[in-house]
């Protein structure tokens, strides 16, 4: 299995600012993801992060506000760009090696005033 | 596309009885993955357990089983001896294996309190 991390674990953020998330795994991972959480919901796919070139968004999001990077097979970063209240939200990255194992990070809980 | 579906939005159980939480899904790929995630106040993501569709024989671990209808496209979760740390959101999750990119589709969560 594989141990992922995530800095910050929470952050109150002023509206119109941006924040850089963490995400790192003790072990290379051939796939990376990121996740919004918003209160009281399930988790909706942001984007996969990819190795070396650009990361593929999903419907819905794009790149301007969510900027993604991924240098190696165990570290990636995603920012959340111009931030509002609705982004409001608990971010989650995960990883794995295979479509057997997906193993996700504490999360980062971000309220934006 | 695939969908995931959770239809108890809530459920409760006493401490050491058993439970029984609903996933339903829609897909065309004939092989896939399924998984149920806990998630508790923690917010930590937490793999219970794991379903190869190509494998009819139902998946276990420890207290946890699943119950496997592919042709019924529906994967229950089993909590045998409820325990108090059981407490938590219980997330059903779908991943493909037609060429995919690999991502979890989730269910919108069933929330499950365990009662003393």
């Known amino acids: 299995s594989a141990v992922i991390s995530q800095k910050p674990s929470r952050d109150i953020c002023q509206r119109g600012t941006s924040l850089t998330i963490q995400c790192q795994v003790d072990?290379?991972?051939?796939?990376m993801f990121w996740y919004r959480q918003q209160p009281g919901q399930s988790l909706t796919l942001i984007a996969t992060?990819?190795?070396?070139?650009?990361?593929?968004?999903e419907s819905g999001f794009v790149i301007d506000k969510f900027p993604i990077s991924r240098p190696n097979l165990t570290f990636s970063t995603l920012t959340v760009s111009n931030m509002s209240p609705e982004d409001s939200s608990i971010y989650l990255c995960s990883g794995g090696t295979n479509s057997y194992e997906q193993y996700f990070g504490p999360g980062t809980r971000l309220t934006v005033t | 596309a695939q969908t995931v579906t959770q239809s108890q939005p809530e459920m409760s159980v006493q401490e050491a009885e058993t439970v029984t939480l609903s996933c339903t899904y829609d897909?065309?790929?004939?092989?896939?993955?399924l998984f149920w995630y806990k998630q508790p106040p923690s917010r930590q993501m937490i793999l219970v357990i794991r379903q190869e569709a190509y494998k009819q024989q139902n998946a276990t671990e420890n207290r946890f089983s699943v119950n496997f209808q592919k042709a019924a496209k529906s994967f229950s979760l089993k909590i045998s001896d409820s325990q108090l740390g059981d407490t938590a959101m219980y997330f059903c999750a779908f991943r493909g294996d037609g060429g995919s990119q690999g991502n979890l589709i989730f269910g919108k969560g069933t929330k499950l309190s365990v009662k003393p």
């Open positions: 992060a990819n190795q070396g070139s650009e990361a593929t968004y």
């Open positions: 897909t065309s790929e004939n092989n896939y993955y």
């Open positions: 072990s290379q991972v051939t796939m």
